[in-house]
């Protein structure tokens, strides 16, 4: 019992052992510096005078040439009655597609500068050993996902995004961050404190909308050799939606396929980093 | 064990079954219940919020082809794309604590007022028409309206000649005028008055960032603010009688002076007029050479 607690306050010291302490951060390592490259991209305008990107995550621009806007802001002011420009349109569907086919909520993990913070805050509470948790629903995130487009609705203003801490903090981070560090700090506090994976798994409207964006996605994640599943945890401790693992790695008795295919999932592939046993890899929809 | 037996704690097991699954429905029921009341609530609050956040500040200005406020907060997603593509870096992003909508463009024009770019980049760059791809020409830009709010400080007012704000308006001698009036202090200068057309001002501050006064005189508002309307069924008599070609009251009542017979008044025409037979046959006492009035005076004096 000891042991099992102490395995999970340091989930992946086998693989590290195993593998080797890069194979064992891989994708972790790869996924940072995809976040903080897209920050430094952003930033490289304003602080270095080189302009590469310019805008943020709502909207932006890449060398004057390509336009990417986000779908779900997009969608909000649609809903309180304002079309987008043509330009405004091909960043949508540009931004669209690429989710639809990588997975959803690659955003959260690969792009998302919320998501470094939770990850901390889950690294924090697993080194501090809380282990209370207030309880809610996981589907939460859909009623506020619900709430947040018919707001702009009823009176006519993307009521949102006055709130919303992704686009406030990577917003802040390149455009004057002003009081929003208190709003990082305090769902970081509430992820650590109140609740497990309290944001980004049970709260956050962006999250759910792009998981219901990447649903039929093609690359994901897969428990290709569950076979050699020695029942370690490690997984289901790092993993920010232990609910999707369950079946690929657990439903061979009843022929469930071994591939993740929940909108869930993350595509973060902290689960292929540490699992000593290679269980599992990156794979398509249509491999399994 | 005995059938009964057998049958007695299978029914006990169904029971509990049925037991728990009505449990759980009625879990499910209460927390959907839950959930929804708190999104509910949630949303509540965060509409409220939002009609509040979204009383834009008098002192800020949006940029140029910006929507009307109300329209402006449902379709500005907050890229600042706006901002990057101010060549003169005027823009900012509003940030959380201050008193603008969280992430909305604007500027302030004492700090750094609009240069009013000929091609408008910054609505060129607005991926949702939040500034009008519509506003072609910068003349036509409608941000806000220059009013010369203190007539007390404003140093034309005193009498001195400034006219900073005339001579830095994008459209001096449009949106700007000087008309003169009497100086009554001195009785013999003339005051330089600005004065803003709202037909012509687009609201881009400069002449508030060029006030010389420590806190400026002439500021833009909000047009909402600084615009008053005419009831719709006013009529201004002299224009209706210029579209017209007459009057439209009949008979045009003359306005009558109360003057001696033959005298006539018209302030068009060189004001008093006397009749051409008063100036011949003057029945006055009095001399109209003044220096014959002082003879008199000095006669009575010596008597």
């Known amino acids: 019992m000891v042991k099992q607690t102490a395995r999970n306050q340091f989930p992946g010291q086998q693989a590290i052992e195993k593998k080797g302490w890069w194979l064992a951060h891989k994708w972790l390592i790869l996924r940072r510096m995809v976040q903080l490259g897209i920050l430094a991209l952003f930033l490289a305008g304003p602080l270095l005078d080189v302009w590469i990107v310019k805008g943020n995550l709502a909207s932006s621009l890449t060398l004057e040439f390509l ?25 949508v569907a540009i931004v669209l597609l690429f989710y639809a086919l990588v997975g959803g909520r690659v955003y959260c993990s690969w792009v998302c500068p919320v998501n470094i913070v939770t990850d901390a805050a889950a690294w924090f509470r697993r080194k501090l050993g809380i282990k209370v948790s207030s309880q809610f629903s996981r589907s939460t995130r859909y009623w506020l996902l619900g709430l947040t487009l018919i707001l702009p609705l009823i009176t006519s203003a993307i009521v949102w995004e006055l709130f919303n801490p992704v686009s406030l903090m990577f917003r802040g981070i390149i455009f004057g961050i002003g009081w929003a560090w208190m709003v990082i700090l305090a769902i970081f506090a509430f992820d650590v404190f109140v609740s497990q994976r309290g944001w980004c798994g049970h709260l956050c409207p962006v999250g759910a909308f792009y998981s219901l964006l990447g649903h039929k996605s093609i690359v994901r994640v897969s428990a290709q050799k569950r076979e050699q599943c020695d029942d370690c945890n490690d997984c289901f401790v790092v993993c920010p939606e232990p609910k999707v693992i369950r079946p690929a790695l657990k439903g061979a008795d009843k022929g469930i396929s071994p591939l993740i295919d929940e909108a869930n999932c993350t595509n973060c592939g902290r689960c292929i980093d540490v699992c000593d046993e290679d269980v599992f890899n990156f794979s398509s929809r249509f491999k399994d | 064990m005995s059938d ?17 699954s009505k449990l759980s429905r009625r879990k499910f029921m209460g927390d959907t219940l839950k959930t929804a009341c708190g999104t509910a609530l949630l949303g509540l609050g965060m509409g409220t919020y939002s009609r509040q956040a979204s009383s834009f500040p008098a002192w800020t200005i949006r ?18 794309l706006c901002v990057r593509d101010c060549p003169y870096d005027m823009l900012r992003l509003a940030e959380l604590g201050e008193q603008v ?18 091609d408008i980049p910054c609505a060129a760059a607005c991926p949702t028409n939040a500034l009008s791809h519509e506003l072609k020409n910068i003349d036509d830009a409608r941000m806000g309206l220059a009013v010369l709010i203190d007539q007390e400080e404003c140093i034309a007012f005193q009498g001195l000649r400034c006219e900073v704000c005339y001579n830095v308006c994008p459209l001096e001698g449009e949106a700007i005028t000087i008309e003169m009036q009497p100086n009554r202090r001195s009785g013999k200068h003339a005051l330089f008055i600005p004065v803003v057309h709202s037909d012509a001002c687009t609201g881009c501050g400069k002449c508030e960032k060029a006030c010389i006064l420590e806190e400026a005189a002439i500021k833009v508002l909000p047009t909402h603010l600084a615009k008053g309307l005419l009831g719709k069924h006013y009529r201004l008599g002299w224009k209706q009688k ?14 009558r002076y109360n003057l001696p017979e033959g005298v006539r008044y018209d302030y068009n025409k060189g004001g008093l007029e006397l009749p051409p037979e008063a100036k011949l046959e003057r029945d006055s006492p009095f001399s109209s050479n003044p220096l014959e009035s002082l003879k008199k005076l000095q006669n009575q004096e010596s008597k």
């Open chain 2, 242 to 255: 210029e579209k017209a070609g007459h009057s439209l009251v009949t008979p045009d009542i003359k306005h």
């Open chain 2, 4 to 20: 009964k037996q057998k049958r007695g704690l299978s029914v006990e097991s169904e029971g509990k079954q049925a037991g728990k």
């Open chain 2, 63 to 80: 940029p140029p082809g910006a929507l009307p406020e109300d329209e402006f907060s449902g379709a500005c997603i907050r890229c600042g």
């Open chain 1, 67 to 91: 336009p990417l806007s986000d779908p779900y802001v997009m969608l909000q002011g649609l809903m309180s009655g304002h079309f987008p420009t043509t330009e405004g349109l091909i960043g």
């Open chain 2, 101 to 118: 909508a969280l992430g909305t463009p604007y500027f302030v024009a004492r700090e750094k007022p609009c240069e009013m770019c000929e």
